[in-house]
């Protein structure tokens, strides 16, 4: 199965900040199909990313998405309140489906 | 916009079956591919497995001896089974819709694994 690590674990950062977001595959994920989500605590996850760099619908532009192959990154242009949670990378181009670990961005 | 929810016991004792039903609605069950996630207390996120509506399935490969899923398009529902369960089953369970990608999520059901 493809193990995808994301980095860093937490990221401490302010609003208003830019915030990079790191997913690195243990194998090329195929077509580039990856996806992000942020969770806030005790809420599903919601689905930010797809396809590496699309937007999802009702996703504002500050979240962008870009990489391929085995190294994807997460860009939060600057950090609103509700910013604050943890995100997840997912591949869905080989089964089975996986997740990384989660990066935190706490205040 | 299509809604899902979880339903089933919150509660299920050591050696048992983990049952729970994700109901759809605000849209066909038939349009995406459905599946189970779960999330353990301060833990990442886990797929367990999906299913097509044409009762097709695939699982996760740790899980896979104890998992079987369902659905019934007529009551645009889907559920999931897992057998012979353990505390290291305890966790927050999710129903989603996907083409691949999690477009849509219940709200999860803590399930409990416990005497």
């Known amino acids: 199965e493809i193990v995808l690590t994301q980095s860093p674990g937490t990221l401490s950062l302010s609003p208003g900040e830019r915030a990079t977001l790191s997913c690195r595959a243990s194998?090329?994920?195929?077509?580039?199909?990856l996806a992000w989500y942020r969770q806030k605590p005790g809420q599903a996850p919601r689905l930010l990313i797809y396809g590496a760099s699309n937007r999802a619908t009702g996703i504002p532009d500050r979240f962008s998405g870009s990489g391929s192959g085995t190294d994807f990154t997460l860009t939060i242009s600057r950090l609103e309140p509700e910013d604050f949670a943890v995100y997840y990378c997912?591949?869905?181009?080989?089964?089975?489906?996986?997740f990384g670990q989660g990066t935190k961005v706490e205040i | 916009q299509m809604q899902l929810q979880e339903s089933g016991p919150g509660l299920v004792k050591p050696s048992e079956t983990l049952s729970l039903t994700c109901t759809v609605s605000?849209?066909?069950?038939?349009?995406?591919?459905w599946s189970w996630i779960r999330q353990a207390a301060g833990k990442g996120l886990e797929w367990i497995g999906r299913?097509?509506?044409?009762?097709?399935?695939i699982y996760s490969p740790s899980l896979q001896s104890r998992v079987s899923m369902s659905v019934d398009t007529s009551r645009n529902q889907f559920s999931l089974k897992l057998t012979s369960v353990t505390a290291a089953d305890t966790a927050v369970y999710f129903c989603?819709?996907?083409?691949?990608?999690?477009?849509?999520w219940g709200q999860g059901r803590l399930v409990t694994v416990s005497s």
């Open positions: 989603a819709g996907s083409l691949g990608y999690f477009d849509y």
């Open positions: 997912q591949q869905y181009g080989r089964s089975p489906w996986t």
């Open positions: 605000g849209g066909s069950i038939n349009n995406l591919h």
């Open positions: 194998q090329s994920v195929t077509s580039d199909l």
């Open positions: 299913i097509f509506t044409t009762g097709s399935t």
